[in-house]
């Protein structure tokens, strides 16, 4: 990537790999690592990194620190050793592009190395590997990523996703609790300074026992963030519908348990408007 865009470096790195090619079949594997390893260093490729490595001090104990390159979106990220004490960095090529293609997919990748080596944060791999419902490992990144980029957000730095994606994201796999029961959830986790793997994971595994966390239901915003389920037919919807109040009784005929807050959708809404036209009920 870096010769593509630099024409005297090209030619330094032509000059060097194709000297390599004059060493004997069996030697040259370990000549081209070699090479590649001392041109990174030379263009200084890794002064980034090392720079976001600086910043968590909970990293400072790694004994090896190995950089992988990957093709794939979905293969990219990190894995610590699980006796903690190396860790692997998966990255495109691409993300050497420049800062703001490396710096945010990066500083929350170490993030969650940051928190795996935390006493505090208490993780345990094999509590995760004892799960078996399919959902609860990806109920448990969600609700991990959305802790992690709340306390980026806050140091200015930012993340991978602004809250209002991760707030979407989680809204669409939580779509199944009441909607104050969601924010409550999202909110405290976004807030949140101190959290346990055991508390995420016990999130994960029952969403319902929010009792456990003392999360409290405060107030709620007054309409859902656009992309998010309605809570009636289920699907996404970008328009939430302000509904009048005689529309609410003929709605909670359907949905006894459903509230203004919860939201509803333009086209549900519609559907309630008629029916309460056909009735002949006061909006």
Not at 38 to 63: D, H, S, V
Not at 112 to 138: A, C, K
Not at 270 to 280: A, D, T
């Amino acid at each position: 990537m870096e010769a593509r865009h630099n024409g005297a470096f090209a030619e330094i790195c032509q000059h060097r790999l194709e000297a390599i090619y004059e060493f004997p079949e069996g030697e040259r594997g370990g000549a081209f690592a070699a090479a590649y390893i001392t041109l990174f260093e030379e263009r200084q490729l890794g002064k980034l990194l090392n720079a976001l490595l600086a910043e968590f001090p909970t990293l400072q104990g790694l004994e090896e620190v190995l950089v992988f390159k990957t093709v794939s979106l979905r293969e990219e990220g990190t894995e610590l050793r699980r006796d903690r004490t190396k860790m692997g960095i998966r990255l495109r090529v691409e993300r050497f592009r420049g800062p703001e293609w490396l710096e945010p997919f990066l500083r929350h990748e170490l993030m969650h190395i940051s928190d795996m080596l935390d006493p505090g944060f208490g993780y345990r791999d094999e509590l995760l590997d004892q799960v078996q419902e399919r959902l609860v490992p990806r109920r448990y990144q969600v609700l991990w990523d959305t802790y992690i980029d709340g306390r980026l957000e806050r140091r200015g730095q930012g993340g991978i996703t602004n809250r209002e994606e991760r707030q979407r994201e989680f809204e669409q796999l939580f779509s199944f609790l009441p909607r104050r029961q969601r924010m409550a959830v999202f909110q405290w986790l976004w807030s949140a300074q101190d959290i346990t793997h055991t508390q995420l994971l016990e999130l994960a595994e029952d969403p319902a026992r929010l009792g456990l966390l003392g999360v409290g239901v405060g107030e709620v915003p007054s309409a859902p963030i656009p992309g998010i389920f309605c809570p009636l037919c289920q699907f996404p919807t970008f328009e939430w519908a302000d509904p009048e109040s005689g529309t609410l009784p003929v709605i909670q005929r359907d949905f006894p348990t459903w509230t203004r807050e919860e939201g509803i959708c333009g086209q549900c809404y519609e559907y309630y408007r008629m029916r309460c036209k056909k009735e002949g009920v006061t909006l």
